[in-house]
Nanobody, 124 residues
């Protein structure tokens, strides 16, 4: 079964930056066409953040993060990053790496598989 492991979360002051990473394993029998990130804050629903087509590199972002966050792939196709700049307190959430969207590759896609998440906390 495909496994995703996130890392790199932490605490930062508003205006700061963080880069979180995701490594996918046990994917050899699958084509990782689309990778993405979503987040969930306490008491709130899931919010799609960004997505990337692994072939070609097209990227998609939620309006709330556009211009501040960048999704990218590593040299190995099973690694995805989310560079987060100009962080705001409202970016505080658990961030999840995900793949296998049910409904196309875009920031708010309904992904079938995701990792355990990495916490990002932004203080004012």
């Amino acid at each position: 079964q495909v496994q995703l492991v996130e890392s790199g979360g932490g605490s930062v002051q508003a205006g700061g930056s963080l880069r979180i990473s995701c490594v996918v394993s046990r994917y050899m029998n699958y084509h990782l066409e689309c990778m993405g990130w979503f987040r969930q804050a306490p008491g709130k629903g899931r919010e799609g953040v960004a997505a990337i087509y692994t072939s070609g590199g097209s990227t998609y972002y939620a309006d709330s993060v556009k211009g501040r966050f960048t999704i990218s792939q590593g040299n190995a196709k099973n690694t995805v990053y989310l560079q987060m700049n100009s962080l705001k307190p409202e970016d505080t959430a658990m961030y999840y790496c995900a793949t296998f969207p049910r409904d196309g590759c875009y920031a708010g896609a309904d992904f079938r598989v995701w990792g355990q998440g990495t916490q990002v906390t932004v203080s004012s």
